[in-house]
């Protein structure tokens, strides 16, 4: 592919030296396995290849490095102070009542004391309700499949962080 066809962005992401390659993955994703594996398929011809790589190593992280990755989110209703990927990923808790931000609360806290981490999905684009209802759903799952579920989700995160990232570079 020639270098015309490439997006800008992700030709500047291509030629990023290691060590700011690897902290631009790393804010998409706290893996520090799916970033080494990201960051050793370099160059990316296209966006589609650059996703597919992204796929691909999510489906090789083991337990631990999914774990890794989880302690990277914050719980859903709250995001970090200063964190703007966060706070616009869940912007459907911004305008939540009181009583669901509080229920919220408690869901999150019996998830994590379920499955020893923060409930996880790709909020984007979901309604506090939605979310709350994620939750219910999610919290009788055996811890098998949860896990499986948290790497799908896992997944479509990293897939908007990295859309977005290929974009920022276009404005840079």
């Known amino acids: 592919m020639t270098s015309t066809s490439m997006p800008m962005g992700l030709a500047r992401f291509n030629e990023l ?11 998409v994703c706290a893996s ?7 960051l050793a398929a370099r160059p990316y011809a296209t966006a ?18 999914l774990e890794e990755a989880m302690a990277g989110h ?4 709250r995001p970090e102070p200063g964190d ?7 912007r459907g808790m911004a305008d939540a009542t009181e009583e669901l ?8 806290l019996a998830y ?20 709350r209802d994620a939750v219910r759903e999610r919290i009788g799952n055996p811890p098998e ?17 990295l859309a977005r990232l290929v974009e920022a570079n276009e404005e840079n």
Not at 48 to 65: F, I, N, P, Y
Not at 84 to 90: D, G, K, L, N, V
Not at 101 to 108: C, I, V
């Open 74 to 77: 914050p719980p859903i209703g």
């Open 101 to 108: 931000k509080a229920e919220m609360l408690e869901l999150n």
């Open 17 to 27: 030296e290691e060590s700011a390659a690897l902290v631009a993955l790393h804010e």
């Open 48 to 65: 589609d290849a650059l996703h597919a790589a992204s796929d691909a190593a999510m489906a090789e992280l083991t337990t631990a490095d």
């Open 145 to 161: 499949r949860e896990r499986e579920i948290v790497r799908t989700e896992l997944g479509k995160i990293n897939r908007i962080r």
């Open 112 to 131: 994590q004391d379920r499955f020893g981490h923060v409930f996880l999905i790709c909020a984007t684009g979901l309604t506090g309700e939605q979310l």
């Open 32 to 38: 520090t396995a799916w970033a080494a594996r990201l």
């Open 84 to 90: 703007p990927t966060s706070a616009r990923e869940q």
